[in-house]
DNA sequence: GTCTATAAGCAGATAGAC
DNA sequence: GTCTATCTGCTTATAGAC
């Protein structure tokens, strides 16, 4: 593996974990065990380019996570249980959630760069198109899909939020219990 | 207005918009006015020591809106539209929704003290309990008014985080507009 | 209760050797 | 491509005068 890749996989779980000012230069040269050359020689920009190389991986794992998951399951109703089921298990593996969201920078954003909003909108854009053609397939309008598809990205990062502050995966198990409710058709 | 209670204020809006980290003790003396002697005067443990007050303040302040909004109209439904157009309207005319969410400071909670995130906790759960009292007012089962209001909470907190990320008010509409059928009674 | 002066350390970034 | 040495400016915090 070569140097910039293990930059990226290293320093994206430290901003998932930290965020981006939580985390500094010399923490993410500690970890990665590198120099500051070589770090800038990969990343001649500094730390912000560093973000948004990270934030198109964390993009790449989390959206290519979700389609694998919802080309498997047939309904939205099903695939949507099985991804929280699959944070809850992370949870309970790891202690943590950070690595599904990236409510860390988004909370930061105000003090960024309009490249970093850009990024991460684009992702949740993502997310909501692939919740979204599956509520089509099932047979909703495309308005309405699309609807339900904010709805499902909102409660689902918001759960991940209130996990991490209640050091509980119990917020996630109600919204997965509830989110059936939305996907019927009235 | 004495000296610490402008501290409070101040730094609670700099807090909301920019993260802990990401606001600097200088900073705040700057906007507030005042020298590093008046600011350790008031908190002797320094700035983690203000977060917690600046969290007490964000915790009232938001709790006392619900509140008062949730006694002023009859059902949860009511209540909720009208909250969530509260905010909307805030997003309109100041161009952002940060004072509306302590989510800059949960997303650092990891770096942080186990009081900051207890503090957090603790506003999540006033929230929720307001919720849950109208939901079983209106006549749900103390279950499942408890699940619908983190299902409430959760959403409106994800949405936030959804309007900050697009520079829109949009998603706080789709989901003010499909809540109601999570009140349905089945 | 507020001020200034000072301190030790770390931030992000650069230069230039190898 | 990686290294060390260095720089400027900012970080939180303290001491002590008024």
Redesign the interface.
């Known amino acids: 593996m070569d140097t910039k890749s293990l930059i990226i996989d290293i320093t994206t779980t430290l901003f998932q ?3 981006y ?2 985390v500094g230069l010399n923490e993410i040269l500690k970890v990665c065990n590198i120099s500051k050359g070589s770090f800038y020689h990969h990343f001649p920009n500094g730390k912000e380019e560093a973000l948004i190389a990270c934030l198109q991986s964390m993009s790449e794992a989390i959206t290519s996570d979700i389609e694998d998951i919802f080309n498997r399951y047939p309904t939205t109703e099903e695939a949507t249980k099985k991804m929280i089921e699959k944070v809850i298990g992370i949870f309970e593996r790891e202690g ?1 959630i ?1 690595s599904c969201t990236i ?2 920078i ?6 960024l760069s309009d490249q970093v ?1 850009h990024t ?2 684009d992702l ?1 854009i993502k997310m909501q198109r692939i919740y979204s053609a599956k509520l089509a397939a099932d047979g909703f309008s495309k308005e309405t899909a699309n ?2 598809a ?2 499902m ?7 991940i ?2 996990c ?4 509980s995966s ?2 996630l198990t ?2 997965s ?2 989110l059936p ?2 996907l ?1 058709k ?1």
């Open positions: 974990q930290k965020g000012k939580g943590t950070t409510s860390s988004v909370s930061e954003m105000e003090s909003r991460c909108s949740y609807s339900i904010v709805m990205n909102a409660s689902i990062e918001g759960a939020m209130l991490l502050t209640q050091n119990e917020p109600v919204i219990n509830l409710k939305l019927k009235v």
